[in-house]
């Protein structure tokens, strides 16, 4: 079992920035991909971001290239999404997800999801 908590998340104005975190705890975090979802009022849950177990390797979606950035630390069990030039289209509840154990980043990506944190609301108005 793996125990994610997010935080991080508030109201901010557009072009601000917002760093979201997931504290991991349970089984071994370093077995796992991570990634970040999110979804708004009235829409499905969409893949936001991921990054290999080992942090080597990240994949984001087109409409957050270049601006998100996904990290993790595994000494600390930690994963971090750094959000830069938000729009109001990035507002949303944003959820860490964990992939399937010892699975490959394509897991997260795809939607491959063992384990689900709570949300974080992200707000983005002027």
């Known amino acids: 079992q793996v125990h994610l908590v997010e935080s991080g998340g508030g109201s901010v104005q557009p072009g601000d920035s917002l760093r979201l975190s997931c504290a991991a705890s349970?089984?071994?975090?370093?077995?796992?991909?991570m990634g970040w979802f999110r979804q708004a009022p009235g829409k499905e849950r969409e893949f936001v971001a991921a990054?290999?177990?080992?942090?080597?390797?990240?994949y984001y979606a087109d409409s957050v290239k270049g601006r998100f950035t996904i990290s993790r630390d595994n000494a600390k069990n930690m994963m971090y999404l750094e959000m830069s030039s938000l729009k109001p289209e990035d507002a949303a509840v944003y959820y860490c997800?964990?992939?399937?154990?010892?699975?490959?980043?394509?897991?997260?990506?795809?939607?491959?999801?063992?384990?689900w944190g709570q949300g974080t609301q992200v707000t983005v108005s002027a």
């Open positions: 990054v290999s177990w080992s942090g080597g390797s990240t």
């Open positions: 349970g089984r071994s975090f370093s077995d796992y991909a």
């Open positions: 997800a964990a992939g399937t154990q010892d699975g490959a980043i394509i897991t997260v990506i795809r939607g491959n999801i063992d384990y």
